[in-house]
């Protein structure tokens, strides 16, 4: 028999956002009640009694909270209405959370003063980016290369980052196509200089010669070639202005170097490792929440946790029912809200 709880949190004439948690007593994992979630049509009659229903029921099943940042708790400069207020009430529920962001742009520093800013409970050391696994992996690997400095395609908070680890790097700025020519073609660019890695993020100044610089390179291939994520855009404050993420930049490189880069973020391994080496989590306590199901979703089910996709940032309930009759599980969360918002207790 099966017990029903939801609620519809917001409808309109072209899509219907909602939450369901079916709690069925029949699926049972590893000795705990799991619920699994579908989507339904139906408006629950009682919100506040199924909203009491719907949190208790993650406060039960999960110790660790792991939450993307840019689209679940802020865009761009401003927090997400109602995102602080509930990562603040896991923390006071005595809850670990983990913000895990795939932007590598700013440092854990910088990112910790906007957390304070924007008002989010959370420690400086709870903050994980690609950024700071990349600088950790460079630091602890080298193979006999770890005196040479790294060509970057990103910004200063990444080089400061790889910096603090002991990390050398040049690159970061911008590097004009009319600095080498001036006609429409540059045949030749200087990459004598001995390098252990390229390593391509998000790179406000990417252009020709930067790509040119990275493919010739990436010809030697005791050249490591290192991504710190994939996201091909981030989202923004203007919902109709795309904005182009790091991916863009790791497929130019990538397409016109013929090699494939080993990738930090997520829904890849390496920040999985790091954030259970630094945490202790136990993936199977762990829900991950994101705004994009192909990095966040993705990371959670690839890595053995529960997810949850939130509708502020990338990733819709349309994103869900196309993902679905392409017959793309790995991308489906386990549950879905319009917003952390929802949530809150009253
Ligand atoms: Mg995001």
Redesign the pocket.
Known sequence: MQRKVGFELHSSKVSAWYLWIVVSSNVVIDGVTKPTMRRTDSTPSDMSSVKRAVRSSLLALYDTFIF?????LWLGGDAIPGSPEFVNQLVDAGKRVVIV??NSTKTIDEYFEKTKKLGFKVEKESIVSPAVVTAHLLSESGNGRSHLPVYLLGTNGLAETLAKKGVQSFGVGPDHFESYTDTNFVMKVDTSRQIRAVVVSYDNHFSYIKLMKAINYLRDQDVDFVATNE?LT??GPHKDVLVPGSGSIVNSVRMAAGRDPVVMGKPHRPIFDFICARFGIDPKRSLMV???CD??ILFGNNHGMDTMLVYT??HNSEDLTRFESQGRTDLLPKYFAPSLNVLLSE
């Open positions: 993307d940042a840019d689209g679940v962001t795939n996201d981030f989202p994101g705004d994009r990095t966040d940032g990338i």
